[in-house]
Nanobody
Framework: QLQLVESGGGLVQPGGSLRLSCAAS????????IGWFRQAPGKEREGVSC????????YYADSVEGRFIISRDNANDTVYLQMDSLKPEDTAVYYC?????????????????WGQGTQVTVSS
């Protein structure tokens, strides 16, 4: 059974850091492009960062550019989202998603498999 499991969320003060992990089980990530999405209460889901399977090219939303870094460890079937200089507006449930494709679009409709989400709260 193909599953994605996120971890690493929590409560952090403004300016702090968190590293989210997205671990795949039941399949290998080598041929999958991966995206991180987030959804805050009352807001639409937002594509935060995505990484392709083919050449590991990356995309970042303007709101996180320069603060977040996406990376992948295919040997361990895990994708990471390093989040630094966190702001209260980063508070949301963060989801990872996968699609078997070398290319990617950092939009939710592109992705076939989703994790259950992990809560990130940035507050003093």
């Amino acid at each position: 059974q193909l599953q994605l499991v996120e971890s690493g969320g929590g409560l952090v003060q403004p300016g702090g850091s968190l590293r989210l992990s997205c671990a795949a089980s039941g399949f290998t990530l080598d041929y999958y492009s991966i995206g991180w999405f987030r959804q805050a209460p009352g807001k639409e889901r937002e594509g935060v960062s995505c990484i392709s399977a083919s050449d590991e090219s990356t995309y970042y939303a303007d709101s996180v550019e320069g603060r977040f870094i996406i990376s992948r460890d295919n040997a361990n079937d895990t994708v990471y989202l390093q989040m630094d200089s966190l702001k209260p507006e980063d508070t949301a449930v963060y989801y990872c998603a996968a699609v078997r494709s070398g290319s990617y679009h950092c939009a939710g409709f592109w992705y076939a498999y989703w994790g259950q989400g992990t809560q990130v709260t940035v507050s003093s």
